[in-house]
């Protein structure tokens, strides 16, 4: 093999190699891949492999001389691997300096290799691992919670006007000023009351009070300046709309018929049932709360050098991210601009983050490879069905897409074998178990972890402030809080 093959970087991570090969080199993988694609194809008037070079490198040659090319790049890669014993982080990145005909072959390739680390020992990790106790009154709470969040409908029994409570199906269709259509659900269910005044629909809802069944009715509506649709911002529309149905709010007891809502016999298997959920959900965020102070573990005790474009690539995907929940929020006019970080501090903010992540990633990945920790072929089955079953319509699509693509198949159980090196090392590190009912539960991993008990902390504050009679706009969210969701869940 004719191929130069000169390193010219070396930088922790960061290998450059250059790569040349004469032209005579490039001729002949030239002339070798036309024969191939020359003794397959079909041109009219030839035998398959008896068609002149001249026509094969006119309808051909362009195919042929890039595959030269790439041949001799592969015979350097696979040189440079073997001699240099690097793992990739990334797919090398290729910069062509000379690839034409009569010249010497030239390119610079760069390569970002996986640190190598040295895996410590465990034991002297100690954490807690939080063990919680459901109380009868913890059920009770649950049971009242879901009374008072379940609401089911039917029509009345006799016919009557639509009131506040109701539920009001409509079918609709809206015309713009200037004729044109509006893009509406042909039908649509509606809640009269409490109503939102600042939606241009408002005039709309309000309307439908004291209409009944097979009425129509039209009326205008004001799109705001700063509608989310480009061709509906600052328009006037026309909405026609005909009353289908109207239905009101079904009265439970908490009783037996109230359980069946529920596919549960009697009142107290919905207890059991409720009981099981919660310890179910208590184990799990007891979990989570372990998780998180492992991998804050693992995270000061592990530093080596990270692939330069895998931190880019994850700031970049934690920003976008960011970026969008902040546009959105600016546009819902839920964001306290005044408790905005400056962007600098922000992006400085997110850099650790992204580090932290890509530390995180490459440590457990290094212990699944060494340890030999893998998914068994059934549990990668089960999330591929799982995955399927959360969109039913769709379930074969799902299960084909990933039987086909390696990548997503890998994205989609990566947090599975996650969860196996976190249990693989919370089995060696130093345990110590603490023993708690479900309030201190919620008390405890308040702050640290996202939970489902969040909204419940906003909204006892918000009745702090409430109590004590100070002014409040409300609990919205602030790149600040943005910030805090991020470097409290999603790490590793």
């Not at 694609?37 to 070079?53: S, Y």
Request: net charge negative.
């Amino acid at each position: 093999m004719h191929i130069d093959i000169e390193k010219i970087l070396s930088e922790k991570l960061k290998y450059q190699f250059k790569i040349k090969a004469p032209a005579a080199e490039l001729h002949k993988k030239f002339d070798g891949q036309l024969k191939k694609i020359g003794a397959k194809a079909r041109i009219p008037g030839f035998r398959p492999g008896k068609a002149p070079e001249a026509i094969l490198e006119q309808r051909y040659g362009a195919e042929a001389w890039e595959d030269a090319g790439n041949a001799i790049l592969r015979e350097a890669l696979a040189e440079i691997y073997k001699d240099h014993k690097f793992r990739n982080a990334i797919d090398p990145a290729v910069d062509i300096i000379s690839f034409e005909k009569e010249k010497d072959f030239e390119c610079q390739v760069t390569f970002e290799a996986l640190p190598d680390i040295d895996i410590k020992d465990f034991k002297d990790i100690s954490l807690e691992i939080l063990k919680v106790t459901i109380s009868d009154q913890d059920v009770e709470q649950r049971l009242k919670k879901v009374y008072d969040e379940h609401t089911r409908y039917q029509e009345p029994q006799e016919a009557r006007a639509a009131r506040k409570g109701d539920l009001v199906s409509v079918a609709w269709s809206g015309t713009l000023e200037n004729g044109k259509g509006i893009e509406l659900p042909k039908t649509y269910q509606i809640l009269l009351g409490p109503e939102k005044d600042d939606s241009p629909f408002a005039p709309i809802v309000k309307s439908l009070y004291g209409k009944t069944a097979g009425e129509h009715f039209e009326g205008d509506v004001q799109f705001l300046k700063e509608e989310k649709v480009a061709d509906l911002a600052g328009k006037k529309a026309t909405i026609k709309v005909e009353v289908k149905k109207i239905e009101e709010p079904v009265t439970f007891n908490l009783d037996d018929t109230f359980a069946k809502e529920f596919d549960a016999e009697t009142l107290d298997d919905l207890r059991n049932s409720i009981r099981e959920s919660l310890e179910h959900e208590a184990k799990k965020v007891a979990h989570l709360y372990t998780k998180r102070h492992l991998l804050d573990a693992l995270d000061s005790q592990y530093t080596f050098d990270l692939p330069p474009t895998m931190v880019e690539n994850e700031f970049k995907a934690i920003w976008d991210q960011l970026q969008r929940e902040l546009t959105e929020a600016r546009t819902n006019g839920e964001l306290n601009e005044e408790d905005e970080k400056p962007e600098a501090e922000l992006k400085s903010d997110y850099e650790i983050i992204a580090k932290r992540r890509v530390r995180l990633g490459l440590l457990i990945s290094h212990l699944a490879d060494i340890k030999k920790i893998k998914l068994k072929d059934e549990e990668v089955r089960m999330a591929v069905f799982q995955e399927a079953i959360r969109h039913p319509s769709q379930s074969d699509e799902i299960i084909k897409y990933y039987v086909n693509n390696n990548q997503a198949l890998r994205n989609l159980v990566a947090p599975l074998l996650e969860d196996k090196v976190i249990d693989f090392i919370l089995s060696e590190a130093t345990i110590k178990e603490r023993m708690i009912d479900f309030p201190t539960l919620k008390q405890t991993v308040q702050g640290i972890i996202p939970t489902p008990y969040d909204e419940e902390f906003e909204d006892s504050q918000e009745e702090q402030k409430t109590s004590k009679a100070t002014p409040s706009k409300g609990s919205k969210p602030t790149a600040e809080k943005a910030k805090t969701r991020e470097t409290k869940g999603k790490e590793a």
